[in-house]
């Protein structure tokens, strides 16, 4: 079992919607939480970073952490054409030095 | 200022050949990272040094062979390529003392095709 599994889309959604990308994961250690974007013919970068269970807001984005059912979230509001790319999570542990990535979720809007 | 570079950006080379892909980073960060990214946009995580030292190594096939020159590089050799090599290498780079994120910076990615 993978210790990050992520909603493999793609999704493709019209301009405007709400767009839900979700990852799960396995491991309790994990206490940092990042979502990375990435645009095509480009190295990921990051979007977003939380730490601790609850919402986090940043414009039009909110990361949701449940650290209970071991489960976060990234909404994106008013979905923009911009916004198409791969988004992949990231959890960190507290002393560990690797990142585990999820296998990122490819999102389209369709203008 | 380019923070994360690598070289070449395109390689393009024939099975059996034996290639190498720099990397600099001029944040002054003390990791740097080879990542492959396959068709599927799967991102894996092959090597990692800190301060010039191997930290991770993944199951990567010993024909890969990262080396350090100093902090500030991560050049990666692969010998006798083969097809399943073809993919996008990314470079990044990250702080790792102190930094509890451990945010990455990425270069832009070399293609590599292997005909």
């Known amino acids: 079992q993978k210790e990050v599994e992520q909603d493999p889309g793609p999704l493709s959604v019209p301009e405007g919607a709400i767009v839900s990308l979700n990852c799960t994961y396995s491991?309790?250690?994990?206490?940092?939480f990042m979502w990375y974007r990435q645009y095509s013919r480009k190295g990921p970068e990051l979007l977003m970073y939380?730490?601790?269970?609850g919402n986090k807001e940043d414009g039009r984005f909110t990361a949701q952490v449940d650290k209970s059912s071991k489960y976060i979230s990234l909404f994106i509001r008013d979905s923009q054409p911009s916004d198409s790319a791969t988004y992949l999570c990231?959890?960190?542990?507290?002393?560990?030095?690797?990142?585990?990535f999820g296998d990122g979720t490819t999102l389209t809007v369709k203008p | 200022d380019t923070a994360v570079s690598q070289t070449p950006k395109y390689l393009v080379t024939q099975m059996g050949n034996d290639k190498s892909i720099k990397c600099e980073q001029n944040?002054?960060?003390?990791?740097m990272y080879w990542y492959k990214q396959d068709s599927k946009k799967f991102l894996k995580i092959m090597f990692s040094?800190?301060?010039?030292?191997?930290?991770i190594n993944e199951t990567v096939p010993n024909r890969f062979s990262p080396k350090s020159p100093d902090k500030a590089h991560l050049n990666l050799h692969i010998n006798s390529l083969e097809l399943g090599d073809s993919a996008v290498y990314f470079c990044?780079?990250?702080?790792?003392?102190?930094?509890?994120?451990?945010?990455?910076?990425f270069g832009p990615g070399t293609r590599l095709t292997v005909l």
């Open positions: 939380t730490y601790s269970s």
């Open positions: 990231v959890l960190r542990g507290a002393n560990a030095g690797k990142s585990t």
């Open positions: 040094y800190n301060n010039k030292e191997l930290i």
């Open positions: 990044a780079s990250s702080q790792l003392a102190g930094g509890l994120y451990n945010e990455q910076f």
């Open positions: 491991n309790s250690a994990f206490q940092y």
């Open positions: 944040l002054g960060h003390d990791t």
